[in-house]
């Protein structure tokens, strides 16, 4: 009787090693195609959002070489750097914000209590600049010209400007 209990107990722990080495060997398996899978995804969600971003960037001075050359070529004898260009037209912009009946570059009148002030502003190219405005309850867009001085001042000018309905 003694044999024939060490015989069971060797055959039925033999049975739960290849049971738990078959269930181990295929939750790795599952593990790493699960693990495969998700990579790929992430990579083609990563893919998919530079290309996004790529395409929004397709209007903008870091991106247009042309508009870059402008810059380089222009008729002074000095050579603007665009990438310091861009802060620099962007405060002298913002900067007119604290005009005391607004940014004049709006486009708009004051229409309640509170002045009209550019919030964001995005330089296009080496002539075209897009802002947002607002005075709290009404939103807006405009087009602006803008051009560099020979004394490095900024001129602007008001495009096109349009007010959101409430």
Do not use: C
Not at 51 to 58: Q, T
Not at 59 to 70: I, V, W
Not at 134 to 143: I, N, Q
Request: charged content about 25%; aromatic content about 16%; proline content about 2%.
């Amino acid at each position: 009787m003694k044999k024939s209990f060490f015989l069971y107990a060797l055959i039925l722990s033999l049975v739960f090693n290849i049971y738990t080495y078959m269930y181990l060997s295929k939750e790795v398996t599952y593990e790493q195609d699960k693990y495969k899978k998700t990579t790929t995804k992430l990579k083609d969600s990563l893919q998919s959002v530079t290309n996004k971003l790529s395409d929004s960037n397709y209007f903008s001075l870091e991106r247009n070489e042309n508009a870059q050359n402008y810059f380089e070529s222009a008729a002074s004898d000095k050579i603007r750097n665009y990438a310091t260009l861009v802060p620099y037209v962007t405060a002298q912009l913002l900067d007119l914000n604290a005009n005391p009946k607004g940014n004049p570059y709006t486009g708009q009148e004051q229409l309640g209590a509170n002045k009209f002030i550019i919030n964001k502003v995005k330089v296009l190219n080496h002539r075209w600049i897009i802002a947002d405005f607002s005075d709290g309850e009404y939103w807006g867009e405009v087009l602006l010209k803008y051009f560099i001085n020979e004394d490095e001042s900024v001129s602007f000018e008001v495009n096109q400007s349009v007010i959101y309905q409430k």
